[in-house]
């Protein structure tokens, strides 16, 4: 989750100055490739502040992974290439994709407005659209505003929050614009798509994800943990700077309470299961031609879909969804007709790791 972003860049990284971690590669393992190309980008990711980056590259039938830096900071054991990691605003391409099915199947409509679905839970919601929900085009505020301190850990880092509070939360605050008249990335939008997606099937939001696209493409190390604090299996932790008596030091923000960031953002995942989505959604195993090319289609904000983000790249215009949760960094891309993905995961610490992120999106996909 986290605020507005910008195409292929992402969210922004807590950064202070303090020394790299010296970068240690992860062996490929015998499933991928291991890539010269893409190790030494993420050599330079770590180099230059971030405690690990792990990624995955697919072109066509061919795979590699690589991974660099630390586990965890206080010991040498290096970031698993397969590990696990937070991928924040991810989860919206995944909440769109099963708003979209649900469309499809004639359940619902584009021009369905809130208030049909879910009375009284905004004011005005008859004139905020599903599709206005998708696109960033509701108005609706940002619930999470306030919900941080000043380092970027959660002010009540183990509380279980609700849908309905989170919305309760945005609706105390003033609207961005009226419906449809402007754009302002909300991850207020997508909570109320997980309410609308348990509204119409009667189950939750997290069910149906698990059931259209987790088990049908096998995707076996994505979760949605709910209100578990855990991230289960290999992984590298996430850190941020905090000053304490005139030093900075880190402090460990891997375990927290998701459900702050519920259907707009609380996906765990691996950069293998990330590139198998974004590949069998662009190659049309998930949507129909029709739905998907509205997935894609900008509109009026000119960067962003139905729950993807566009990324303009020398070698075409990329689609996918970057992500930020405390901590994580991701982002993940693929070309338009599905041959090319690439994810990359990064534990940000010191420095800004925006340029050398786009430099590996370049790479891999306009190789």
């Keep these: 989750m986290r605020g507005r972003r910008t195409s292929a860049a992402v969210v922004a990284c807590l950064t202070v100055s303090l020394t790299a971690a ?6 490929a393992p015998a499933s991928a490739e291991a890539s010269p190309r893409v190790q030494a980008m993420l050599d330079k990711i770590v180099a230059g502040g971030a405690v690990a980056a792990i ?30 990691f937070r991928a924040g605003s991810v989860t919206k391409s995944f909440t769109a994709t099963v708003v979209l099915q649900l469309v499809g199947e004639g359940r619902l409509r584009l021009s369905d407005s809130v208030e049909q679905w879910l009375p009284e839970l905004v004011d005005g919601g008859a004139d ?8 960033h085009t509701s108005g609706l505020p940002e619930y999470s505003t306030g919900m941080m301190d000043e380092a970027g850990i959660p002010k009540e ?24 008249s402007g ?3 909300s991850n207020t939008n997508y909570i109320v798509l997980g309410m609308l997606i348990e509204r119409v099937t009667g189950r939750p939001y997290a069910t149906e994800v698990a059931e259209r696209i987790l088990r049908p493409l096998g995707l076996r190390h994505t979760r949605l943990p709910g209100a578990s604090p855990e991230v289960h299996g290999p992984h590298a932790h996430a850190y941020v700077p905090v000053t304490r008596g005139g030093r900075v030091v880190p402090v460990d923000v891997t375990r927290f309470n998701p459900t ?11 950069t293998a299961d990330v590139n198998r989505f974004y590949r069998a959604l662009f190659q049309g195993r998930l949507l129909r031609p029709g739905l998907l090319k509205e997935m894609q289609d900008p509109g009026p904000t000119g960067g962003y879909g139905l729950g993807l983000e566009l990324a303009p790249l020398p070698c075409g215009t990329a689609f996918g969804h970057g992500g930020g949760a405390p901590g994580y960094l ?15 995961s990064i534990t ?16 891999a996909l306009c190789p």
């Design 128 to 135: 905020i659209t599903i599709r206005h929900l998708l696109q």
């Design 260 to 270: 702050m960031a519920g259907a707009a953002g609380e996906i765990v995942s691996t």
């Design 330 to 344: 991701t982002v993940a891309f693929s070309s338009a007709d599905g041959s090319r993905q690439v994810t990359l």
């Design 157 to 180: 880092r183990y509380r279980t929050w609700s849908a309905r509070e989170l919305v309760e939360r945005a609706e105390k605050l003033p609207r961005d614009f009226p419906p449809g």
């Design 183 to 185: 754009y302002g990335y």
């Design 348 to 363: 940000p610490f010191s420095g800004d790791p925006h340029q050398a992120a786009m430099a590996v999106l370049t790479s």
């Design 22 to 27: 010296p970068a240690v590669a992860a062996p």
């Design 55 to 84: 990624a995955e590259v697919r072109d066509g039938g061919r795979t590699w992974r690589a991974a660099a830096g630390r586990a965890r900071m206080n010991d040498a054991r290096p970031a698993p290439v397969d590990g696990r």
